[in-house]
């Protein structure tokens, strides 16, 4: 009879040493799942910034990747300059010429915008994924986000640029 209850006293359940490994294993499992997400969501903020980027440079430039024919009306190409700011592409600037049919060549000259109708639909046009301002500069032909970390630090790898 002592020998059975000696045999139940031992096997009681699990001591201190396995609950913590077991808690330390599922808090390491938690932390690499977070990690994860993280970098998901990453991913996706640059992917959905660099599209925007892309959608304003075929806006602003003759000298990108889209077809004149069928794709949206180029601030560039209609001006014959680039604009001083990406707000230009919404309203005309004041020194620029109103949209009119040249008659020798029969296309359209001057601001003909808004530019950005066509590329953008219930996104925040001039914005990067994270709520930044995109960084415009027509002397140096780029649009530039300043990543996750939203801060101008010459070029840090979170950066993204787009040329134009």
């Known amino acids: 009879m002592w020998k059975s209850q000696g045999i139940l006293q031992r096997n009681k359940g699990f001591g201190i040493v396995a609950i913590l490994f077991a808690l330390l294993g599922l808090a390491l499992t938690a932390a690499g799942i977070a990690i994860n997400a993280s970098f998901l969501l990453d991913e996706r903020a640059i992917a959905a910034s660099?599209?925007?980027?892309?959608?304003?440079?075929?806006?602003?430039?003759?000298?990108?990747?889209?077809?004149?024919s069928t794709g949206p009306r180029q601030y560039e190409t209609d001006v014959g300059a680039l604009?001083?700011?990406?707000?230009?592409?919404?309203a005309k600037p004041g020194p620029v010429?109103?949209?009119?049919?040249?008659?020798?060549?029969?296309?359209?000259?001057?601001?003909?915008?808004?530019?950005?109708?066509?590329?953008?639909?219930?996104?925040?046009?001039?914005?990067?994924a994270w709520g930044?301002?995109?960084?415009?500069?027509?002397?140096?032909?780029?649009?530039?986000?300043?990543?996750?970390?939203?801060?101008?630090?010459?070029?840090?790898?979170?950066?993204l640029v787009q040329g134009f």
């Open 50 to 68: 660099r599209d925007r980027m892309r959608k304003l440079a075929i806006v602003i430039s003759r000298n990108n990747f889209s077809t004149r």
């Open 83 to 90: 604009p001083t700011a990406l707000s230009d592409l919404l």
């Open 97 to 128: 010429a109103a949209c009119a049919i040249n008659t020798g060549t029969q296309k359209l000259t001057g601001w003909c915008g808004p530019y950005t109708e066509r590329v953008f639909t219930g996104e925040n046009t001039f914005s990067d």
């Open 132 to 159: 930044t301002a995109f960084a415009y500069s027509s002397a140096s032909r780029q649009i530039r986000s300043y990543g996750v970390n939203h801060a101008d630090d010459g070029g840090a790898a979170d950066d």
